[in-house]
């Protein structure tokens, strides 16, 4: 097992939209150990393949107490949802930041797992919120990407400082056109 | 995903940039000051953290003196940095951006120099660092004896000589092997400010007329039917039919941009990173029946388009969202052309934005270049066979455009290059693609344009 690398907002990758899993194999079972290595590790609560600049349509899940409850979705698909939950959430790839956002309180996915077999399942409140928020990265899609714009640039900026060491994220300078 | 595990709602402390002094040099120096210290620190643009001070009165004299010393950053830091005992890293960075500031207008005002000392000094106190007054006075005091030679050893090496980081002349030198270091100049020179014109509602020659009746000076730009230069640089309301939307504030290179699509009535139009709408509204201007789509990723920028759009009386739809996501948006029918302005380097309107120079980093050039890549793939899936593309950067850096559009061209097979449509602007060929240089008689900013044609089925190559 690897601790695989989290890509961090701004990073353009994100951005990538996930291709289907069509191979399920022993590298997909690979992978898979190795996000849940790296959630556990981090410590999250859901990791998608994107984040670890995988950009194929898998996450891994265990909003469990104990850590004792993996959920793996493979191309992932919400059937139905309703409800409103507003919760707070952060996101690995947004580290030390933490925002309300609104979700769906209920869903019910259709998935494979790691065999290709393909299954359903009803997801409420937290677990149901986490899908939504790591199923968004299959599409590119970030949590602060609900926010308004300044309040991500300010995030961004707070990233940036954070980060300071490191060479400065291709944040965009606007072009002058007015 | 992860949850909270500790609250940490510290805020940064908000840095003091506005004194009550009467001293309205001092004032200007110390918001200058500021206003360098927060796009340096903070990674910001100039536009943006002067913001603030959008209802100063001195308003124009800090951007002037913060833009100054952006651009001749790392000049004014090494001429300190002789000076100081300890390195101007080490030095607090407030304290540093206003020796800088200082030794800039001290290098470059017709200020006297005594008076713009003791500005310096007395900024120091509005901005918190009293206890520096002392260091500021000595240090400038110091300069002034010393300034001949301190500015005699910066002349050998061109990146401290043009004020670049040594990445950038580097590439630029590779380049641009023939004209690098006018490149390097044309950087550091003051931009015009350039004006499009609605041609349906006012002629070249009226409205030069209209500028002179305003006591203004007007050039026409003669290589861009739309393009006028105001040679005494102006607030933009003061200019005659702004208001009205018959004028906007575009460089020439991003209005030839629009040209270069060659707009019909009646087609379907995606601009595809419209914020803030320049490009859209000179769209919409060359052909006023155009189906405009214009999008863009981030919702307030969009909100820019809408206003702009609104003041030019024109109508597009507008779109907020990430081109490279699955296009939730889209109605399934192909656009017959798209203009895609796309996110880069900046480099080629380092004049407009010197601090581009010190916040871009080498290491973004690749990360720009996948992301211009990808973006080019998704405007293709939106393209109908037959429809044409014009892909731009307001970049110079071959890596984000003769490399992108090459590799593009490379791995798709319905697409080819195809010459621009007629125009008279002095670019240079890029293979593929075309260059302006900033640097040209009556120039635009650094831009590239290719002009791409995606073939129809049974086309031949």
Redesign the interface.
């Known amino acids: 097992m690897a601790r695989l690398e989290i890509l961090e907002f701004p990073?353009?990758?994100l951005?990538?939209?996930a291709q289907p899993v069509e191979q399920f194999d022993a590298a997909l079972g690979q992978l898979i150990d190795d996000m849940f290595e790296t959630m556990y590790e981090?410590?999250?609560?859901?990791l998608a393949a994107t984040q670890v600049n995988v950009h194929r349509r898998l996450l891994v899940m265990d909003v469990s107490e104990n850590k004792g409850q993996p959920l793996v979705f493979i191309n992932p698909q919400i059937l139905t949802s309703d409800g409103v939950e507003i919760s707070?959430?952060?996101?690995?790839s947004v580290p030390?930041i933490?925002e309300e956002v609104q979700r769906a309180e209920r869903v019910r996915v259709r998935a494979q797992d790691r065999h290709g077999k393909v299954f359903e399942q009803d997801l409420d409140g937290l677990a149901a919120?986490?899908l939504q928020?790591?199923m968004d990265h299959l599409?590119?899609?970030l949590?602060v990407?609900y926010l308004?714009?300044?309040k991500r640039d300010r995030i961004r900026?707070k990233l940036?400082?954070s980060r300071r060491a490191q060479?400065?994220?291709?944040?965009?300078?606007?072009?002058?056109?007015? | 995903m992860n949850t909270r595990a500790t609250r940490n709602d510290k805020r940064p402390p908000r840095r003091a940039v506005q004194g009550a002094a009467s001293d309205i040099a001092a004032q200007v120096l110390a918001a200058a000051a500021g206003v360098v210290t927060t796009v340096l620190e903070e990674g910001r643009t100039a536009d943006d953290v002067m913001m603030q001070f959008e209802d100063h009165p001195q308003l124009r004299a800090i951007r002037a003196v913060a833009l100054g010393t952006l651009r001749w950053w790392s000049r004014c830091d090494a001429l300190i940095a002789p000076l100081l005992t300890r390195s101007p890293q080490q030095t607090a960075p407030l304290l540093r951006a206003l020796l800088c500031v200082a030794v800039h207008q001290l290098q470059h005002s017709r200020n006297p120099l005594e008076s713009t000392v003791s500005a310096a000094v007395n900024a120091a106190r509005l901005v918190g660092l009293t206890h520096a007054a002392g260091l500021v006075n000595a240090v400038l005091r110091r300069f002034l004896r010393e300034r001949d030679a301190l500015v005699a050893a910066l002349e050998s090496a061109p990146a401290q000589r043009h004020a670049h980081p040594q990445w950038l002349v580097d590439e630029l030198r590779s380049a641009w092997p023939d004209c690098w270091e006018a490149l390097l100049e044309a950087n550091n020179a003051h931009p015009p400010l350039t004006l499009r014109l609605d041609l349906t509602r006012v002629s070249r020659e009226d409205y030069l007329r209209q500028l002179q009746e305003a006591g203004l000076e007007g050039q026409l730009v003669p290589w861009l039917p739309t393009a006028v230069i105001v040679t005494k640089p102006v607030a933009v309301e003061r200019l005659p039919l702004f208001r009205e939307g018959a004028v906007s504030v575009q460089d020439a290179s991003a209005q030839l941009a629009a040209r270069l699509l060659a707009p019909v009535d009646g087609e379907r139009v995606l601009d595809a990173c419209a914020a803030p709408g320049g490009k859209s509204g000179a769209l919409l201007e060359l052909a006023p029946e155009l189906r405009l789509t214009a999008l863009d990723c981030d919702a307030q920028r969009a909100q820019r388009v809408a206003d702009n759009l609104r003041r030019l009386g024109r109508t597009a739809g507008l779109v907020v969202a990430d081109l490279t996501a699955e296009p939730r948006w889209w109605d399934g029918v192909l656009f017959d052309a798209i203009l895609l302005d796309a996110p880069c380097s900046a480099t080629g309107v380092i004049r407009r934005h010197p601090e581009i120079k010190w916040l871009r980093r080498e290491a973004d050039i690749e990360a720009l270049a996948e992301q211009q890549q990808r973006m080019l793939q998704s405007c293709w899936a939106l393209l109908k066979p037959g429809g044409r593309l014009v892909y731009a950067t307001c970049s110079v850096l071959p890596a984000e455009n003769a490399a992108v559009v090459a590799r593009f061209l490379a791995e798709h097979a319905d697409a080819r290059e195809v010459e621009p449509p007629a125009h008279e602007a002095p670019l240079r060929r890029a293979n593929p693609g075309w260059q302006m240089l900033p640097m040209q008689e009556a120039g635009g900013d650094g831009f590239y344009y290719a002009c791409l044609k995606r073939l129809a089925t049974g086309e031949g190559p």
Do not use: M, N, Y
């Not at chain 1, 981090?42 to 859901?46: K, Q």
């Not at chain 1, 060479?167 to 072009?175: E, M, N, V």
């Open positions: 990073d353009p990758r951005r990538t939209k981090a410590p999250g609560i859901g707070e959430e952060g996101c690995l030390q933490f919120v986490c928020h790591e599409e590119g899609k949590f990407d308004s714009s300044l900026r940036d400082k060479p400065l994220s291709s944040s965009r300078i606007p072009t002058p056109v007015a």
